[in-house]
């Protein structure tokens, strides 16, 4: 049986898909499932269980219909046919890919932001995809994405560690990035946390984490601290990141992809949440995992990509003592 499943995006938008796909292959075992998505993002399912192989798309391909019909005929005349289309990225381009595939059947996703009568919450998006599923989200459905981190990768992490002085079981691994500004604490904000943890946390080190266009996040950082802290930004692939939080004592992130590596790998975490909505994007595994929002905004969490106040009140005013709370109790409840 063969499966194609459709999700362009970023880290979280493809993590918190996985437990879908292992639904699917619980369901049909010995399907072979290609997953599609952006160019440059088929390393996040690097190793994965869960599918046979990963297809990339580029820019150009994803922006015209014809082309992405292309690409669908092209999959399917590799695979010889395809039984299943399930479309997790509901559009006129991933409609004509689907044309191109001609499966025997076709899953579409839709998106439900509204309030759960049963819970009194959004559906978290974990929840929202394994909906797909014909007959609804399986009652007992694992809900734990899948991001493989080899043991050669955490041999290596482990080195690199070596090699600048950093014991990652004694490390809070801080990541100042995010998307977007809405999504990020600002440097001076994290320069006041990590001089406070320096001065009062006895035997923990913080790190900052992140990947090569971060540089500047940490340079504002140091600026406000007046003096380096040590740093990984840009040294670790994404496995290796998952290697390096998974270890760490704690981990302090906004709501963006590193949160997603880190549930997946089950690291300690403390999410920082503004515009995000915890209760549909936020860690949601390990009932220790703890939240930092504010809640006494009227406009939080308002899962807006850019802020109609213009300043940012959600990240701006949240406090380094309500941060360092927050951190004290993750590392206690171990």
Request: aromatic residues 6%; hydrophobic residues 40%.
């Amino acid at each position: 049986m063969n499966i194609v499943v459709l999700r362009y995006g970023g880290l979280g938008d493809i993590l918190l898909a996985t437990p879908l796909l292992r639904s699917v292959k619980q369901r049909y075992p010995a399907a072979s499932i290609t997953f599609v998505t952006e160019a440059g993002n088929t390393s996040i399912l690097a190793n994965s269980t869960l599918v046979a192989s990963t297809k990339g798309l580029d820019k150009v391909t994803r922006a015209s219909v014809y082309r992405s019909y292309a690409a669908g005929a092209t999959l399917r005349k590799q695979a010889g046919s395809i039984d299943l289309y399930i479309n997790l990225q509901p559009s006129l381009k991933s409609t004509a890919l689907g044309f191109g595939l001609m499966p025997k059947a076709t899953w579409n996703f839709n998106k439900d932001r509204r309030v759960q009568v049963e819970t009194g919450k959004v559906r978290h998006a974990i929840d929202d995809f394994l909906n797909v599923l014909p007959d609804g989200i399986p009652r007992d459905a694992n809900r734990l994405m899948e991001f493989v981190v080899p043991l050669a990768v955490k041999s290596q992490t482990e080195q690199k560690a070596t090699e600048l002085g950093i014991n990652i079981s004694n490390a809070i691994a801080i990541n100042p990035a995010g998307t977007r500004d809405i999504n990020r604490w600002p440097p001076e904000k994290l320069a006041e946390f990590i001089g406070w943890m320096e001065a009062n946390l006895s035997g923990y080190t913080p790190v900052l984490i992140g990947g090569p266009g971060d540089s500047w996040l940490e340079d504002a950082i140091v600026g406000h601290l007046g003096r380096p802290v040590k740093s990984l930004i840009g040294k670790l692939s994404l496995q290796e990141l998952g290697a390096f939080v998974q270890q760490a004592a704690v981990t302090v992130t906004g709501d963006t992809g590193p949160l997603h590596i880190a549930a997946a790998v089950g690291a300690r975490i403390v999410c920082l949440s503004g515009a995000a909505d915890p209760d549909r994007t936020g860690p949601s595994n390990n009932p220790f995992d703890l939240v930092v929002i504010n809640r006494s905004l009227p406009c939080v969490p308002c899962q807006g990509r850019s802020c109609k106040r213009g300043d940012i009140a959600c990240m701006t005013q949240m406090s380094v003592a309500s941060v360092v709370d927050a951190v004290e109790r993750r590392i206690k409840a171990g």
